[in-house]
């Protein structure tokens, strides 16, 4: 197996195995951590055909914490968010905005790599559109969670109400998308160069170890 891979979970397992171990609520748990536990399932089935750069796995297991963390508490009662809470004022725990921040920051590098690695958007002129539609998979992911939520809510009732983490905010969904939309802006300003030498690196060790 990849070293890479094996610091990733070496680091990330004993991150859940405590997210998982008395979360505040089991059934909330499953529904914040699903995204990372499968996520993490399909790059140990893909790591021999399509490994990822090291960058985006920095990236997919910061992520991961961010959603067991947020799945053991709830995100309206992260510690972390209480704390912000009192510091700057804030009328709600903002921790679930993080998360939506990092909906967008991470999958913007998910998506680069699969369209730059896939298809024809790596290279000229269709590069131009290659962070246009980067931003737009990030849109549409964001979407679609939060249609699960709605979904989940019809569903399953009051069950669902630590889930939706709305914390009585009537634009709760239009700030989450909004902050996912942020967070793939930013991600692509930010770390675009850095995601091509990773890409590059990835590749030159898969030259070396075909």
Sequence with gaps: ???????????????????????HDRF??????????????LIVAFQRKFPLSSLLLVLIWLHCV??????H?????VPLGEWAKGWFGWTRNNYDKLGHFAQGFVPAILARELLVRTS????????????????CVCLAFSAFYELVEWFTA???????????????DPWDTQTDMLMAL????VSLLVLS??????LAALMRRQEKNP
Excluded at 1 to 19: A, I, K, N, T, Y
Excluded at 66 to 71: A, E, K, T
Excluded at 120 to 135: H, K, N
Excluded at 182 to 185: E, K
């Design 193 to 198: 160069r850095w995601h091509d030498r990773a």
């Design 73 to 77: 508490y709830t995100y309206a009662q």
């Design 120 to 135: 024809p958007l790596a290279g000229p002129p269709r590069s131009r559109w290659l962070g246009f539609l980067v931003v």
């Design 66 to 71: 961010i959603l067991v963390v947020g799945g």
């Design 154 to 168: 019809v569903t399953s009732g009051d069950a669902a109400t630590d889930f939706l983490g709305t914390q009585g």
């Design 28 to 41: 909330t748990w499953w529904l914040e951590s699903v995204p990372a536990v499968a996520g993490t399932i």
């Design 182 to 185: 942020i967070g793939a802006s």
């Design 1 to 23: 197996m990849d070293r890479r891979l094996l610091w990733f979970l070496g680091l990330l397992l004993p991150v859940m195995l405590w997210s998982y171990h008395a979360p």
